[in-house]
Nanobody
Framework: QVHLVESGGGSVEVGGSLRLSCATS????????MAWFRQAPGKDREGVAA????????TYASSVQGRFTISQDNTHNTLDLRMNSLKPEDTAIYYC?????????????????????WGQGTQVTVSS
């Protein structure tokens, strides 16, 4: 079975930084695509950042572009999300996701319905 395990969440002050990591297992080959999503209480899950095609392509939600950086270590099948200049609206449970197929449009990589494999999430809290 495929397993994704997030780590690195915590509480930070406005303007602070965090680095999230996702460890994967159970894939015959490294996943074709991976992404970070987040979900705040009472809100829908939203895409944060994704990478695919041998990490040759990335996309970011406009709300985090310039502040967050997604990267992958294929040697150990891990995915990182470096978050800088954190804001209260970044508070959410952050989920790691993986997939084995390409998607039609870049925007699809930030659509949670397109993803089959999920971790259990890690809480990020940004206090004001």
């Amino acid at each position: 079975q495929v397993h994704l395990v997030e780590s690195g969440g915590g509480s930070v002050e406005v303007g602070g930084s965090l680095r999230l990591s996702c460890a994967t297992s159970g894939f015959t080959n490294s996943p074709y695509r991976m992404a970070w999503f987040r979900q705040a209480p009472g809100k829908d899950r939203e895409g944060v950042a994704a990478l695919w095609d041998g990490v040759g392509s990335t996309t970011y939600a406009s709300s985090v572009q310039g502040r967050f950086t997604i990267s992958q270590d294929n040697t150990h099948n891990t995915l990182d999300l470096r978050m800088n200049s954190l804001k209260p609206e970044d508070t959410a449970i952050y989920y790691c996701a993986a997939g084995e197929t390409r998607l039609l449009d870049d925007d699809d990589y930030l659509d949670p319905i397109r993803w089959a494999y999920w971790g259990q999430g890690t809480q990020v809290t940004v206090s004001s």
